[in-house]
């Protein structure tokens, strides 16, 4: 059983818990994710870490409330336990010897971004962010990203904060006045990441993108991680969980993941509304 | 008195009940069919069995008890060499192992050795109240990696012999492939659960929630004071066919279909985790896993399901029992059959069409058998121009896998052969001082009996090694 140390709404869709598992924060790096279980019985769902207190022993995740499980774990406070909790898993995000970098992150993704903002930030590189929301209420991580960049753009879908229009929007002004960057790291939606990928391929800027598919056990036991990465002309099985997350953005076939990724959404939607009504009778 | 020329048969749940439920098929023998079988054994003096027999049970011995009606003696004598005789009373390969060996078989069906020895074990199971002793420690601590059958035989014998061990699993729940992969109608969960609490009774501390290679290196282990450490992190990766369509929704390894149906245990109705249920579905494959997979979809409410295989029903690898169970509840086997190209959904007109990317089909060729390849197998040759198409919905692709490398790859100097399995000498020693390792870990995919062969010998390994120390 896992504790929780602490919780913050960041907004009224995502949420920050750190959670006492000495040995994942003795190991964990940025760029890397846990797998956890709110309750026996319960589907085991991935979550990229958001953070790390080896001290405290502590680890930071941050997720939307999406679906049954993440409306479960919402429901759960400080003091409360968790089932399970296991990691680190993945490989960390790459970032020896890069000095100038674009993050990108779009929704709760930023939370992702934030600590290999962070990280690269600590290393004396030069970081430009572009974080991306729906609108003004969903913004998160402002303060911190404030911290870690040398220059941060704030983008809404509908311009009620920071600027108006997605995460490209910016990166292509940058790139197109000959601005260049070692590696741009994104991390978001899979659209997202996408359009990243495409307004970036006229320059041949080289891209790092951080998949977060449907897993199990997030070991490379079960395989429903996989995603088709197109190398040399020939198509390859990577499994996200021991392979990734991260890949080469030009790689990833998007589409085929983007499919997979609603491969149960029908089943989802059910699940979220009965766990809705659970909440709404208690 | 003649003997009775066949084995007691096994009574089993009908077909067509027990393909609508998960409960085991095979029910036991009873106290009297077990007796009337144990009276066919003609306890050989040279004993045959027990060389078939990967952990040396003294089988005509225990068999001998039974026909006296002592069967927690009987328990015993099985105890003293299998840490797990429920599980594999149910899941070994008898008729590959002790029973083909067994004097009788020479003339008349062999003595039902695997049927004997779950009697036994469910006997002692429901009728012992013996808790077993925790011995007195020797003060040497040993890690184990990995909750399967070789990690707990392993730590099993290590602790009956005073070791203080502790298992770590990546897992949420103990017990491996015998938990994830072997679904309820063959092996109950809750005989798995006794099985560990047995070890947890011995002392075994079983950390699960830790990835070995992740959570904790090899190195770390002995940091912490462990000072031998055996691997049996099991055979992970799935392998796939590397044909068009395998990443079309609906398209499952069978490590995954079976994990969400046992492990997350959607059998059992457990609404959190998903699995695609019912309409018709394709298992590629003929080993034991795949029996499995296609009898779990039939629960699951399959309409139809299709074993695909591309060799002849003499090659299949599968336990002749588990075909002939598959047969009996309706599973449709296409043999001489290999699949090419699995077919989805894609509506042209409209991108997103909530239908598109999901399985629709497997377009398969007809095989015929030509020379026997090096393992004497002969080998399947695709007759051309003989495609055609299976309408299915979910392909569940039971190929077999290939070692995971998470503690290769974080462990300096453990060595690996070309497949990835750990190189270990005959006592499992591995290329790392005190480092031992077993089972699929070292083999790639194989039987549940040979992995806890492996962390049997082992263990007797780590005992003389540490207590040369």
């Known amino acids: ?282 | 008195m003649a003997i009775n020329p066949k084995k007691h048969d096994m009574p089993t749940q009908t077909p067509s009940v027990r393909a609508n439920n998960f409960n085991e098929v095979a029910l036991g023998y009873t106290q009297e069919i077990a007796i009337a079988e144990a009276e066919r054994c003609l306890n050989c003096k040279n004993k045959p069995c027990v060389s078939g027999c990967p952990v040396n049970i003294d089988i005509p011995n225990f068999i001998s008890k039974i026909k006296d009606g002592n069967f927690e003696e009987a328990y015993n004598i099985i105890s003293l060499s299998s840490s797990l005789p429920a599980v594999c009373g149910r899941v070994c390969p008898q008729e590959t192992q002790c029973e083909s060996k067994c004097t009788l078989g020479i003339k008349l069906e062999p003595v039902g050795i695997g049927r004997l020895e779950r009697f036994v074990a469910d006997w002692h199971n429901e009728n012992s109240k013996e808790i077993p002793n925790k011995p007195q420690s020797n003060g040497h601590k040993v890690a184990v990696v990995g909750s399967g059958p070789s990690g707990l035989t392993c730590a099993g014998d290590l602790a009956k012999a005073g070791y203080e061990v502790t298992v770590f699993e990546a897992l949420h729940t103990a017990g491996g492939v015998l938990v994830y992969g072997i679904p309820e109608f063959r092996l109950p969960k809750s005989i798995v659960a006794k099985e560990v609490d047995t070890l947890k009774q011995l002392g075994v501390d079983i950390q699960t929630n830790v990835v070995i290679g992740k959570t904790l290196t090899i190195d770390e282990l002995f940091n912490m004071g462990y000072e031998a450490v055996f691997i049996g992190s099991g055979a992970g990766l799935p392998n796939f066919m590397g044909i068009p369509g395998e990443s079309l929704k609906g398209v499952y390894s069978a490590n995954e279909f079976l994990t969400r149906s046992n492990l997350m245990k959607a059998y059992y109705g457990n609404p959190s985790t998903p699995i695609m249920k019912g309409g018709k579905v394709a298992v590629v494959g003929g080993g034991n896993v795949a029996m499995d997979a296609a009898r779990t979809a039939l629960r699951l409410g399959a309409e139809k399901v299709y074993i695909v295989y591309r060799r002849s029903l003499a090659e299949l690898p599968a336990r002749n029992e588990e075909v002939e169970h598959a047969v009996d509840e309706g599973i449709d086997f296409k043999l001489l059959c290999n699949p090419v190209e699995i077919l989805g959904y894609s509506n042209p007109n409209n991108p997103r069409d909530e239908k598109n990317g999901f399985v629709t089909g497997i377009k398969c060729i007809k095989m015929q058998l030509g020379e026997p390849d090096e393992k004497g197998r002969r080998r399947p040759i695709e007759i051309p121009d003989s495609e055609f198409v299976l309408d299915v919905d979910t392909v569940i692709i039971s190929i077999g896998t290939s070692p995971n490398p998470l503690i290769k790859n974080t462990t300096d100097g453990l060595e690996v052969n070309s497949r990835g399995g750990i190189i270990v000498t005959e006592d499992g020693l591995t290329s790392r001082e005190g480092v031992y390792a077993g089972g699929d870990a070292v083999t790639g995919a194989a039987t549940v009996i040979s992995a806890m062969g492996a962390g049997k010998v082992a263990a007797k390994a780590i005992d003389e090694y540490l207590s040369e120390n």
């Open chain 1, 1 to 282: 059983m896992y504790k929780i140390i602490t919780k913050i709404e960041l907004n009224p869709t995502v949420t920050q818990m750190e959670i006492h598992a000495p040995l994942v924060a003795n190991k964990a790096q940025p760029g890397q994710f846990i797998i956890l279980r709110v309750d026996q019985d319960g589907e085991r769902i991935p979550l990229t870490v958001a953070g790390i207190n080896k001290e405290n022993g502590t680890v930071k995740i941050i997720f939307q409330i999406v679906g049954a499980t993440t409306n479960k774990l919402n429901h759960k406070n400080v003091g409360e336990f968790i089932e399970d909790f296991v990691g680190p898993l993945g490989e960390p995000t790459h970032i020896d010897g890069l000095k100038k970098v674009c993050i990108i992150g779009g929704g709760v993704g930023c939370a992702i971004a934030m600590p290999i903002a962070e990280a690269l930030h600590n290393q004396g590189a030069d970081v430009t962010s572009i974080i991306g929301f729906r609108n003004k209420d969903l913004v998160i991580l402002e303060n911190e990203f404030n911290a870690c960049s040398d220059k941060l753009y704030i983008m809404t879908d509908d311009g009620s904060y920071g600027r108006e229009g997605n995460v490209c929007v910016p990166l292509t002004e940058m790139l197109s006045n000959g601005e260049q960057f070692d590696m741009i790291i994104t991390i978001g939606p899979l659209i997202m990441m996408k359009f990243v990928v495409e307004a970036a391929r006229p320059y041949g800027t080289p891209v790092t993108v951080s998949m977060n598919p449907i897993m199990i056990d997030g070991t490379g036991m079960c395989g429903g991680c996989r995603l088709t990465l197109n190398i040399d002309g020939k198509r390859v099985t990577k499994f996200a969980c021991v392979d990734g997350p991260d890949f080469d953005g030009y790689q990833v076939d998007f589409d085929e993941a983007m499919s997979r990724s609603r491969m149960y959404s029908d089943f989802e939607h059910h699940a979220y509304k009965d766990s809705c009504n659970l909440f709404r009778k208690a």
